[in-house]
C-alpha cells in the first residue's frame, strides 16, 4: 500500500546507527486512495463566465506531487541520520495524505463553504483541500511558510475582481478542509498534554504528541499565510472583496462587494 510505502521509506533511512533517528508507525491507517482527475467544470458563483481553469485557479500542478512529497522526504531522512530532532516531522509528514483530503470531503460544512462559493462538481473542492494539504507537508519539511505566498502568486496575475473573487473563495474551502482535519489532532493534543511532562511517559507517546503539535502548528501557520494573502489581518479584512457566508445548509450565500451587480 502506497502510505504503508512512505513510511517504510521514512523508517529506511533511519535504520543504520544505533543512535539514528526512529520513526514509529502508525498502525491501521487505510490504504491511500490516488485522487481524481479534475473535471474543469465548476464557476464561481456571482461569476458565471468564470470556468475554472489552471490560469484562473489553483491546481495540483501548482505544488508538488505527495510522490515527489515522498521523495522530499526521503532527502530530509537521509541527510538527518542521527538527529533525533527531525522525528517529530518526518512522523508528521508520514500522517499527512490524500486520505486526509477525503476526510475533510465527508464534512458537511466543508462542502456547505464550497457550494457557497462554486457551482458544479466537488472535484475542485478535492483539488483544494488537497493542494493546501500538501503546502503543510511541504512547509513542514521546509519550517517556513513561504511556499504559500509563492503559490498564491498566482492569483495577483488575475483581472482585478476575478482575482478577488477566486482568492477569498479558494481561501475559504481550503481553511474550511484544513480546519476540519485540524479538528483531529486538537483532540488528541488536549488529551496528551497533561501526561506528556510525566517521567512516566515513554518515547513513543511523547513522539506522538510532537507528532500532533507539529500538525496542528503547521496548519495554523498555512491558514495564517492565506490570511495575509487575502488581505485580513486580526479576522477583518482590509480591503473590498467577496465574502462568502453560509447561512444553512440549505441555503448557501455569496455576497458580492458594493456596487459590483
Not at 50 to 64: G, H, R, Y
Request: with cysteine.
Amino acid at each position: 500500500a502506497f502510505i504503508a510505502s512512505r513510511t517504510r521509506l521514512a523508517m529506511s533511512a533511519f535504520a543504520a546507527p544505533a543512535a539514528a533517528c526512529r520513526v514509529v508507525s502508525p498502525v491501521g491507517r487505510p490504504t491511500r486512495r490516488a485522487p481524481s482527475v479534475v473535471a474543469r467544470a465548476a464557476t464561481l458563483r456571482g461569476s458565471p463566465d468564470a470556468t475554472l481553469s489552471k490560469d484562473n485557479s489553483i491546481t495540483s500542478d501548482d505544488v508538488s506531487s505527495w510522490s515527489e512529497i515522498d521523495s522530499q522526504i526521503a532527502v530530509l531522512c537521509a541527510s538527518n541520520l542521527g538527529d533525533s530532532s527531525v522525528n517529530g516531522r518526518i512522523f508528521a509528514l508520514t500522517e499527512l495524505g490524500v486520505n486526509k483530503t477525503y476526510e475533510a470531503l465527508d464534512d458537511i460544512t466543508v462542502v456547505d463553504v464550497y457550494q457557497a462559493a462554486y457551482e458544479g462538481s466537488l472535484d475542485e473542492c478535492t483539488t483544494i483541500i488537497d493542494v493546501h494539504l500538501r503546502l503543510v507537508a511541504e512547509c513542514i519539511i521546509k519550517e517556513n511558510v513561504e511556499l504559500v505566498h509563492s503559490v498564491y502568486e498566482k492569483f495577483r496575475r488575475m483581472p482585478p475582481m476575478l482575482q478577488k473573487s477566486s482568492l477569498v473563495a479558494t481561501a475559504a474551502v481550503a481553511e474550511a478542509g484544513l480546519l476540519y482535519i485540524k479538528e483531529e489532532y486538537d483532540l488528541i493534543e488536549a488529551i496528551m498534554r497533561d501526561d506528556v511532562s510525566s517521567p512516566d511517559t515513554g518515547d513513543d507517546a511523547k513522539l506522538e504528541y510532537e507528532k500532533v503539535s507539529i500538525i496542528i502548528e503547521y496548519i495554523d501557520k498555512v491558514i495564517a499565510a492565506v490570511h495575509e494573502e487575502k488581505g485580513e489581518k486580526d479576522g477583518e479584512m482590509q480591503s473590498k472583496g467577496v465574502v462568502i457566508t453560509v447561512e444553512t445548509i440549505d441555503a448557501p450565500m455569496v455576497q458580492p462587494p458594493s456596487g459590483a451587480m
